[in-house]
């Protein structure tokens, strides 16, 4: 197994069995008004990720829990570790595979950011955070920036799931209960409506390009060939099908117990467009188109979701 991957399995084996021995009321905590996991963050790490210096050819993807993270992260390592081996020269530096890092930026310890200062560039880094929690240093710099956005519906859903099935969120009994505290703002990682509204603030930043997950699954060649083309990593159509192939949800599912060990299992769940049918009720379906004119109607966020398409009935 690659080293990166084993650092991943083994942190989060950490962080879930951390959890495990935790009481309900000490899983989450909260900072600056968002309610966060306290198995895999910490109020030190965010206070030391605020002077963590980006670097203009960073590579960074943002997107809210749920919304595909890893699959995105998936074709976002693959891309750079193609890039890497056609650089001269990177074949001396410490290679990708061998950082000793968990790839979200937010997670770790506070010494995290002195030892990145160190790695070699490309750095890929994925974050959860809204940008106004991300350092400065990243808009400073003009970083480039893969935003990754989900239908809302199918997020709230897959969430839901997520809090059942992992030790390091408090479960629901029932999946009323979890939307009530969802739309209440009240679940981690805060409101998926305020995150996507607070983006959407720089979305028209020629260093930020936006995917949702179902033009991905739409058409997973495409996506990747526009997101190698954003990033400047050219792709020989041979190397394209190999990324395409090797992040599809069948190939990922069937890879999970190597690249994210026990948490594979939580993590693989569907990868379907929709699946918030099977969940919603008439009401809450429209407590959601409620909240999503609120806050996104006639936004370029809210425009690229295709909102009618993915959540209407
Ligand atoms: P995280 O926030 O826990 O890191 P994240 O990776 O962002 O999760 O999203 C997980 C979702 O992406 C899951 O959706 P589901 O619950 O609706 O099934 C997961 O199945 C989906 N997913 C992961 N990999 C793929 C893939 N290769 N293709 C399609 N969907 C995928």
């Known amino acids: 197994m ?3 991957r084993k650092t991943f399995v083994n942190k ?3 962080m879930l069995a951390a959890a495990s021995s935790m009481h309900r009321d000490e899983l989450l905590f909260s900072y600056k008004g968002i309610l966060y996991p306290a198995a895999v963050y910490s109020p030190e790490v965010f206070q030391a990720l605020e002077s963590f210096e980006a670097r203009s050819d960073d590579v960074i993807l943002a997107g809210y829990p749920k919304t595909g993270t890893n699959w995105l992260s998936q ?8 890039s890497q081996k056609k650089t001269p020269g990177s074949e001396s530096s410490v290679k990708a595979e061998e950082v000793e890092e968990l790839p979200y930026l937010e997670v770790g310890d506070a010494e995290k950011y002195e030892r990145m200062s160190k790695y070699p560039s490309p750095r890929f880094m994925v974050t959860h955070l809204r940008p106004e929690n991300l350092p400065k240093s990243i808009f400073k710099n003009r970083v480039k920036i893969l935003l990754l956005i989900r239908n809302p519906k199918d997020v709230a859903t897959s969430l839901y799931h997520f809090y059942n099935d992992v030790t390091t969120l408090p479960s629901y009994e029932t999946w009323d209960d979890f939307f009530t505290d969802f739309v209440a703002k009240k679940t981690a990682w805060g409101s998926y409506f305020e995150y996507l509204s607070e983006w959407n603030k720089y979305a028209d930043q020629e260093n930020i390009m936006t995917i949702t997950y179902e033009e991905v699954k739409e058409n997973p060649a495409l996506a990747v060939k526009t997101i190698a083309t954003f990033f400047g990593i050219p792709l020989t159509e041979e190397e394209l099908q190999l990324v395409v192939e090797r992040c599809s949800f069948q190939s990922m599912k069937k890879n999970s117990e190597k690249t994210h060990g026990e948490f594979g299992n939580v993590l693989f769940r569907k990868g379907c467009v929709g699946d918030w ?6 009401d809450q379906s429209k407590k959601i188109d409620n909240a999503f004119e609120e806050h996104m109607a006639g936004t370029k966020l809210g425009k690229k979701l295709k909102y009618d398409l993915y959540c209407k009935a």
């Open 277 to 282: 049918k099977n969940l919603f009720t008439e």
């Open 2 to 4: 690659e080293k990166s």
């Open 12 to 14: 989060v084996d950490q």
């Open 75 to 82: 074709i976002l390592s693959d891309l750079v570790a193609i």
